[in-house]
């Protein structure tokens, strides 16, 4: 009993993400915020686990009408799917709502941007402009913030901790209750 209480105890310390890890999205095309030149031909998003058939997504345009999106498929960890017409230029939405490998169903939103055809003529006047300040500024150190520590891996290691806690109390209180 202590011997299978142990290999227990132990697999959960080496493995705690995968033990009580969901399903999140690891990358996508395009991605967060991302300010996009020309219209997507695709999407594509990245999970960390297998995603199962039935997951989707949609596309909601500046006006909030979904997008034509075609050949939506999942493979493995992946999820795609095409545009049939370019995109106008706007902020769109991705809301994604997949059911991960665990079983449970996630969603998620990712908004882009498409430029339109006046923003890229500015945006590129602005550039010219910006470009002849920079050269003639020095350059300033770049500070670089690290990433945050991994929530859902803390919180997990946090919960097994507290439950190694309460198993070791239940079998203390079992033997010290034997022993009067």
């Keep these: 009993m202590k011997k299978a209480l142990l290999l227990f105890i132990i697999c959960f310390l080496l493995f705690p993400n995968s033990t009580f890890a ?3 999205l690891v990358s996508s095309s395009p991605s967060e ?3 996009l030149t020309v219209s997507p031909e695709e999407i594509v998003l990245e999970f960390n686990t297998k995603v199962e058939q039935g997951s989707q997504f949609q596309v909601i345009n500046p006006s909030g009408n979904g997008v034509a999106v075609t050949g939506i498929s999942v ?3 992946m999820l795609y799917g095409m545009f049939p017409q370019e995109l106008q230029g706007g902020e769109y939405q991705i809301l994604w709502n ?3 490998a665990d079983g449970h169903p996630i969603e998620g939103e ?3 941007t498409v430029e339109s055809e006046q923003e890229k003529t500015s945006n590129e006047e602005s550039n010219q402009i910006i470009n002849k300040d920079e050269q003639s ?3 300033d ?3 670089v913030e690290m990433e945050r520590a991994n929530t859902p891996a803390i919180m997990s ?3 097994i901790i507290l439950a190694i806690l309460a198993i070791v109390s239940f079998f203390y209180v079992i033997k010290k209750g034997k022993i009067q």
Excluded: K, L, R, Y
């Design 98 to 100: 997949i059911i991960g």
């Design 137 to 139: 500024m020095e350059e």
């Design 110 to 112: 990712i908004s882009f």
């Design 22 to 24: 969901h399903t999140g």
């Design 157 to 159: 290691t946090i919960a």
């Design 75 to 77: 493979e493995d960890n």
């Design 33 to 35: 915020g991302e300010v």
């Design 141 to 143: 150190p770049v500070v």
